[in-house]
Protein backbone atom coordinates (compact mmCIF):
# COMPACT_ATOMS: atom_id res chain seq x y z
CA UNK A 1 0.00 0.00 0.00
CA UNK A 2 3.11 2.51 0.63
CA UNK A 3 3.72 2.62 -3.17
CA UNK A 4 -0.18 3.42 -3.93
CA UNK A 5 0.23 6.19 -1.50
CA UNK A 6 3.12 7.45 -3.02
CA UNK A 7 1.62 7.01 -6.74
CA UNK A 8 -1.18 9.33 -5.06
CA UNK A 9 1.46 11.75 -3.72
CA UNK A 10 3.27 12.29 -6.69
CA UNK A 11 0.18 12.98 -8.97
CA UNK A 12 -1.30 15.29 -6.49
CA UNK A 13 2.41 17.31 -6.40
CA UNK A 14 2.12 17.50 -10.22
CA UNK A 15 -0.85 19.44 -10.46
CA UNK A 16 0.58 22.76 -9.96
CA UNK A 17 3.37 22.32 -12.69
CA UNK A 18 0.37 21.30 -14.44
CA UNK A 19 -1.69 24.33 -14.52
CA UNK A 20 1.56 26.86 -14.90
CA UNK A 21 2.40 24.39 -18.06
CA UNK A 22 -1.70 24.99 -19.90
CA UNK A 23 -2.69 27.60 -18.35
CA UNK A 24 0.55 29.90 -18.23
CA UNK A 25 2.72 28.55 -21.35
CA UNK A 26 6.04 27.72 -19.13
CA UNK A 27 7.72 25.20 -21.18
CA UNK A 28 9.77 24.06 -18.08
CA UNK A 29 6.38 23.31 -15.81
CA UNK A 30 5.88 20.91 -18.97
CA UNK A 31 9.32 19.43 -18.50
CA UNK A 32 9.01 18.64 -14.49
CA UNK A 33 5.45 17.29 -16.10
CA UNK A 34 6.60 15.07 -18.65
CA UNK A 35 9.46 13.77 -16.02
CA UNK A 36 7.03 13.69 -13.33
CA UNK A 37 4.49 11.16 -15.38
CA UNK A 38 7.62 9.02 -16.20
CA UNK A 39 7.84 8.33 -13.11
CA UNK A 40 4.91 7.74 -12.23
CA UNK A 41 4.38 5.37 -15.06
CA UNK A 42 7.57 3.45 -13.75
CA UNK A 43 6.19 3.26 -9.93
CA UNK A 44 2.65 2.17 -11.91
CA UNK A 45 4.54 -0.50 -13.16
CA UNK A 46 6.38 -1.26 -9.78
CA UNK A 47 2.90 -1.47 -8.10
CA UNK A 48 1.50 -4.13 -11.04
CA UNK A 49 4.68 -6.38 -10.54
CA UNK A 50 4.17 -6.19 -6.35
CA UNK A 51 0.13 -7.07 -6.95
CA UNK A 52 0.49 -9.53 -9.80
CA UNK A 53 3.16 -11.24 -7.37
CA UNK A 54 0.78 -11.21 -4.14
CA UNK A 55 -1.73 -12.44 -6.04
CA UNK A 56 0.39 -15.47 -7.53
CA UNK A 57 1.37 -16.55 -3.70
CA UNK A 58 -2.50 -16.64 -2.82
CA UNK A 59 -2.87 -19.01 -5.38
CA UNK A 60 -0.20 -20.81 -4.68
CA UNK A 61 -1.29 -21.28 -1.23
CA UNK A 62 -4.41 -21.91 -2.10
CA UNK A 63 -3.67 -24.58 -3.98
CA UNK A 64 -1.40 -26.56 -1.94
CA UNK A 65 -4.51 -26.55 0.62
CA UNK A 66 -6.37 -28.70 -1.85
Same mark, same amino acid.
Given at each position: ????????????????????????????????? #???? @??? &? %???? $?? #???? @??? &? %???? $???????
Amino acid at each position: MKKFTEAKELFASLEADADKFYNKANSAAGTRV #RKGM @QDL &K %NLAQ $AI #RLEV @QEM &K %NKEE $AAAAKKK
